[in-house]
Every structure is written in C-alpha cells, then in structure tokens.
C-alpha cells in the first residue's frame, strides 16, 4: 500500500533553517510528482512547492522563492523540503502529498515551530 | 494566480440534512487537454492530513460513502452532503489543479447543529 511517512516534529530558530523529509513506499518513486503544502495553526491549506519524482524538476510558490529547496533521493524514494532563513510565519504543518493531478494520498505532516 | 473563494465559511447542519458549500475560481479551471475540470474537494478532521473527497469536480474517490457529491462546471462548483453524519463534522476544502500554483479555497467549517 501507498505510503508517505514523514520526519519528525521540529523547533528552529529564527534565520535558522529546516529539512523534512517524506518517505514513500508501495509505489514507484519516480512515476509521480510530490508536492509540499503547509498549514499555519488554525489556518488553511497553502502550496508551497512540488517535485519531479523522476527528474528533480521542481516549481515552487512565489512566496517561497529563493528560501525553499526541494530535492529527492530516488534509492530511497525519499523526498526532502530545505526551507531556509525562518521566521515566525514559518511555524506550521508542512504535508507531503503525492499527485495524479489531485493529491490522491498525503504524509501525516512536520509540525515545524520558529520560536526564539 | 488562480484565486479560489468557498462559501459560507461555515455551517451547522442538523443529522441526516443536507450540507451544501459553494466554490467559485477565478478563472475557468476546465483544461482542453483533458476535457475536464481540475477541481478537487478535500475534507480535513480535526489533527490529520486532508483526504481526498472529489476529483475531476464530480468523480468520487473509492471508499466514499455515496452521499458525497460534486457537481458544477467552468467556475462555479458545488459539494454537497446529502444526508450529513456525525463522522462527517470536518473543514472541507476546494482545490485547482489547473495550473501552477496550486490553489485552495479558504475552507469551509461544518457542525452538527
């Protein structure tokens, strides 16, 4: 069965950096693109990004432009989100998602928190 | 950008009644090379990830109990709980994936009434 399994809960420092992880299994890593949405407490959903499973193209959000880094180790079907230069508006639930068109199956979420 | 707006930002519906939330874009999300409107419904409970409800506006994911819906065209799109459970008290989001960015409707919160 499909599956994305996702890094640990993490609490960084403003400037500081973040990488997540997304782990996936049961599926052939480099047919899909995984994308990246984030959700500030109590907030709603918001893109960040997405990756080409097979050749590492990536698209990221405006927004994020310039702070955000996706990449992916195909041996270990594993996807990773570097977000640099954090700040307060960083702290959130950052999902993986795997994509056929929609987000047929997501990850259970980083809990990234900027505190100081 | 396409801008994606749902209404009302939520609503209590009393068991077993209808629950019906509206999600209009900004521009038309129907894709020629496809022949289909890439619109997605999602429903989020309370501490996990969003589930996928409805893609291509009105097909049902397997496993969702048939009194889910979707429905509309162009712009205009429509979920619609025929006969709300309790199980089903959850934020419920629309999605495009039309184009980059992807975009997502604000969320709308149902109750039980």
């Known amino acids: 069965q499909v599956q994305l399994v996702q890094s640990g809960a993490e609490v960084q420092k403003p400037g500081a950096s973040v990488k997540v992880s997304c782990k996936t299994s049961?599926?052939?890593?480099?047919?899909?693109?995984l994308h990246w949405v984030r959700q500030a407490p109590g907030q709603g959903l918001e893109w960040v990004g997405c990756?080409?499973?097979?050749?590492?193209?990536?698209h990221y959000a405006q927004k994020f432009q310039g702070r955000v880094t996706m990449t992916r180790d195909t041996s270990s079907s594993t996807a990773f989100m570097d977000l640099s230069r954090l700040t307060s508006d960083d702290t959130a639930l950052y999902y993986c998602?795997?994509?056929?068109?929609?987000?047929?199956?997501w990850g259970q979420g980083t809990l990234v928190t900027v505190s100081s | 950008d396409i801008v994606m707006t749902q209404s009302p930002d939520s609503l209590a519906v009393s068991l077993g009644e209808r629950a019906t939330i509206n999600c209009t874009s900004s521009q038309t999300v129907f894709h020629t090379s496809t022949n289909k409107h890439h619109l997605a419904w999602y429903q989020q409970k309370s501490g996990q990830p969003p589930k996928l409800l409805i893609y291509w506006s009105s097909t049902r994911e397997s496993g969702v109990p048939d009194r889910f819906s979707g429905s509309g065209s162009g712009t205009d799109f429509t979920l619609t709980v025929s006969s709300l459970q309790a199980e089903d008290v959850a934020v419920y989001y629309c999605q495009q994936y039309c184009g980059l960015p992807r975009t997502f409707g604000q969320g709308t919160k149902v109750e039980i009434k």
């Open positions: 049961g599926y052939t890593f480099t047919d899909y693109h």
């Open positions: 998602a795997r994509e056929i068109w929609f987000y047929d199956y």
């Open positions: 990756i080409d499973g097979g050749s590492g193209g990536t």
